[in-house]
């Protein structure tokens, strides 16, 4: 009863109504969503797009690019799951249980939307009267406020928009559309080469922007903008150092791996004419702005880096600058461990002897652009020498250490000297690689650390046991099945490792995003996205885990905000860790 029926599925509804309707958008993501196939899912997308007007398809092509705001706005929605459910509940007056019920069996709450809500009279909604709503989203303070304004959108809709508005609310349509289908839609329509789209959706932090200036010709004219974040380059993990020289048989770069929080930092100087959603802060005519690597902006989190920044010598960043690099805790030129920054994270308000207890420093290692040149396709070598140029300089600013070695046989010490310093390990890089954003390929690998960890997201929890008793403190986690399938195994359980006030604040969450309890509660299936690293002792086959693997004693080393779960790690790395 909870699904499509056959008959449902197979006379999906057809377009009525004016180009510009939201129902268009919505019954042409269900079309997208009703075929596997990339090819037929970028010709749908693109015989939709053709049809919108310029102001219209800058909001579709962000739309289906899964975000309501362009990255280079700083407007972020902040609604959670449970905040959608209310305003669900509110509209279709159907008992919580049994969206709750319908949510767990659906998996998705924009389909249980379409599934409890009643078809009322025809579709009125346009693409800007949503923008409009999802902006007034923006300025609501309050979760009942909030709840209100959703709750008059879904009113609006049929059943169908809501259960797209619902997924554009949570930042994901879940069609088998990511961005980069998007931008090759975009490049199609406009006969353009699609690596063209995307350098100028880098350029913009826009993809409805590109989309326009494509459709117009004017690709040419897209200028970098500063503070949007630009998407971070990741590294592969390598078991051997063989494996680095059949990569880099002419030598590599060495630096150590910084154990703290990925963040890209941009810095100008105020313009007079800068637009008001700008991402950043501005102190003493210079703008700051620090964005982590899920692309959110996190500074309001360091002021204590916002000024030695903006305090930069001008000549260093010109007209603009990004820099790529690591956020440590760091006190008297030592880098301390990853758990004393652990306390400044995730807080409200910052006291100043919070900010004196545990001071920060941000190490550079890389750098996108300075002065009006783009730098990314730049090799790594030239990027280097140019961030050794610059004055950065301690206690808050550094840069970390780059080496160029030709023999692998240098490394073990170098691993050691690495920990020693008080990092978790090595990256190597190729040193003619460019700045790739967002791949994950082979021009970086890091070195296998010590200890072996896994990153995991958690499933279920679980009430523990004694003083724990009145939280939700045993984790049950999962890696996903492989980079290319989502699907998560669970392989293992765990309920320490964490302070007692990460278990609060983990079990207030928990509560608040519990697809589905069992036993009064105690045990509760939740919403997939916590992110823990975990150790172990070891990898062992298991006839109980789906995944056919469980570790023995898992312990948790940290909860881990800044990796989204779609980076966790795979059953792949599982597998390996489990050989003898
Ligand atoms: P992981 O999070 O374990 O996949 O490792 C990749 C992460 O290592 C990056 O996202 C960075 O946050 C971090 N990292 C630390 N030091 C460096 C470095 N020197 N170069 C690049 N990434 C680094």
């Known amino acids: 009863m909870l699904q499509d029926s056959p008959d449902q599925a197979a006379t999906r509804p057809e377009p009525v109504g004016e180009a510009n309707a939201f129902e268009r958008f919505a019954i042409a993501a269900e079309h997208i969503a009703a075929t596997p196939k990339r090819l037929t899912k970028a010709a749908i997308l693109g015989e939709y797009l053709t049809a919108l007007a310029d102001e219209d398809l800058r909001l579709a092509a962000r739309y289906f690019a899964g975000s309501p705001f362009p990255l280079s706005d700083q407007r972020v929605l902040n609604v959670g799951g449970a905040a959608l459910m209310n305003a669900l509940q509110a509209t279709s007056g159907v008992e919580r ?11 998705d709450l924009g389909d249980v939307a379409r599934q409890v809500l009643s078809e009322g009279s025809s579709p009125t909604l346009r693409l800007a009267e949503v923008e409009k709503s999802l902006a007034m989203l923006v300025e609501t303070r309050g979760n009942k406020r909030k709840v209100e304004v959703i ?11 809501a259960k797209y508005l619902i997924k554009l609310m949570t930042g994901d349509l879940r069609i088998g559309l990511r961005e980069g289908a998007v931008e090759d839609a975009i490049a199609r329509l406009a006969q353009e080469k699609v690596e063209r789209i995307q350098w100028v959706n880098m350029l913009t932090g826009d993809i409805g922007e590109a989309a326009v200036l494509a459709r117009h010709g004017q690709l040419d004219r897209a200028q970098m903008r500063l503070f949007h974040p630009i998407k971070f380059m990741l590294a592969s993990p390598v078991d051997t150092f063989t494996e680095i020289t059949s990569r880099m048989p002419a030598g590599f ?17 105020v313009s007079d004419n800068a637009d ?15 964005f982590s690597r899920t692309l959110d902006e996190i ?4 002021p204590d880096l ?4 903006a305090g930069l010598p001008p000549e260093t960043f010109g007209t603009g600058l990004i820099l790529d690099g690591e956020i440590v805790p760091y006190r008297d030129g030592q880098i301390l461990p990853f758990q004393a920054l652990q306390k400044r994270l995730g807080r409200k308000t910052l006291p100043e002897d919070l900010l004196r207890e545990v001071p920060v420093a941000f190490v550079a290692y890389d750098i996108l652009y300075r002065d009006g040149q783009v730098l ?5 070598q030239a990027r280097q020498a140019l961030l050794a140029s610059l004055a950065l300089n301690p206690p808050a600013l550094l840069r970390a250490r780059s080496q160029q070695f030709t023999d692998v046989a240098a490394l073990d010490d170098e691993f050691q000297a690495a920990r020693d310093r008080g990092n978790e390990g090595l990256m190597v890089k190729h040193l003619q690689s460019p700045y790739k954003p967002g791949k994950r390929g082979k021009d970086w690998l890091k070195v296998k650390r010590a200890i072996a960890t896994l990153d995991v997201v958690v499933t279920a929890a679980e009430v523990g046991t004694g003083k724990r008793s009145r939280f939700l403190s045993d984790y049950t986690f999962a890696v996903r099945a492989s980079e290319d399938d989502p699907t998560l195994l669970n392989v293992g359980k765990a309920y320490s490792g964490l302070t007692d006030a990460e278990v609060t604040e983990l079990s207030n969450w928990f509560k608040a995003h519990t697809i589905e309890e069992f036993a009064h509660g105690r045990v509760r299936t939740v919403e997939p996205k916590v992110v823990l690293e975990v150790t172990f002792d070891r990898v062992q086959a298991s006839k109980r885990h789906k995944g056919g693997y469980a570790l023995r004693f898992p312990r948790i080393l940290r909860i881990r905000d ?12 599982v597998r390996k860790l489990a050989e003898p």
Do not use: C, M, N, W
């Open 151 to 161: 709750a008059s959108l879904l009113q609006q809709a049929t059943p169908l928009e």
């Open 97 to 107: 249980s049994f969206l709750q019920a319908a949510l767990v069996q659906q998996g």
């Open 276 to 290: 008001p959603l700008l991402h950043g802060v501005p102190q003493a005519g210079v703008r700051v702005a620090l």
């Open 376 to 380: 990314i396709e730049e090799p790594y």
């Open 562 to 573: 800044d990796k989204p779960p779609e980076d966790i790690d795979t059953l792949e790395t």
């Open 253 to 269: 770069a060495v630096e150590d791996k910084y154990d703290g929080i990925r963040a890209q930092v941009h810095v100008a100087p």
């Open 299 to 302: 500074t309001p989190a360091f």
């Open 306 to 309: 916002v000024e030695p920044l």
